[in-house]
């Protein structure tokens, strides 16, 4: 059974994405994320992650929301400095809600950093004529769960997991 099918056909429309420019800030991008709802009055994410582009409109870079939060805290996955004699490697999770003041205080000034500090480049892109198996080959090997897609190096629109997996095992005959 020969199934061609491209990703350019299952594409999502850049401007049904998140996306900001990357003189934007980290709070700009904290609101990108969510105008983007669904669900049972609209509080649910429907993306976890975000484009950044230049100033000349091709994509620059990344920024999961892992990354926003990291950047709104980085004490929160600085390694543990412990003097030697602490012994062995122990639970530190608990002591987070010491940083909760300074958390919630630094925000803000934090907010204002601009999202090129902080995102991180693409090591893969998808282009319109891909087959959806070699999309899917390259998503699986990257790790990454969306990958954009190009055309004529613009981006265009966004390919994600979610719908590789519903073509292929939609096609797949279990």
């Known amino acids: 059974m020969n199934i061609e099918k491209f990703v350019k056909d299952f594409v999502i429309p850049l401007e049904r994405y998140p996306h900001i420019r990357e003189d934007q800030t980290l709070s700009e991008?904290?609101?990108q994320v969510l105008s983007f709802k669904w669900g049972v009055n609209e509080k649910l994410l429907r993306f976890s992650d975000l484009f950044v582009l230049?100033?000349?409109g091709l994509v620059a870079g990344k920024i999961t929301l892992a990354d926003i939060l990291t950047a709104l805290e980085p004490k929160l996955l600085q390694k543990d400095k412990k003097p030697i004699f602490e012994g062995p490697d122990t639970d530190s999770s608990n002591l987070a809600i010491l940083w909760?003041?300074?958390?919630f205080k630094n925000c803000r000034e934090r907010g204002a950093k601009p999202v090129k500090e902080i995102m991180s480049?693409?090591?893969t892109v998808l282009h319109g004529?891909?087959?959806?198996?070699?999309?899917?080959?390259?998503m699986l090997r990257s790790g990454e769960q969306s990958l954009p897609v190009l055309d004529d190096g613009r981006i265009v629109g966004i390919?994600?997991?979610e719908e590789l997996f519903t073509i292929t095992t939609?096609?797949?005959?279990?």
């Open 54 to 56: 230049n100033r000349d």
């Open 129 to 138: 004529r891909d087959p959806l198996l070699k999309a899917l080959y390259l």
């Open 121 to 123: 480049p693409l090591t």
């Open 100 to 103: 909760e003041d300074s958390f």
């Open 170 to 174: 939609g096609v797949c005959e279990l």
């Open 29 to 31: 991008a904290i609101e």
């Open 159 to 161: 390919l994600r997991v």
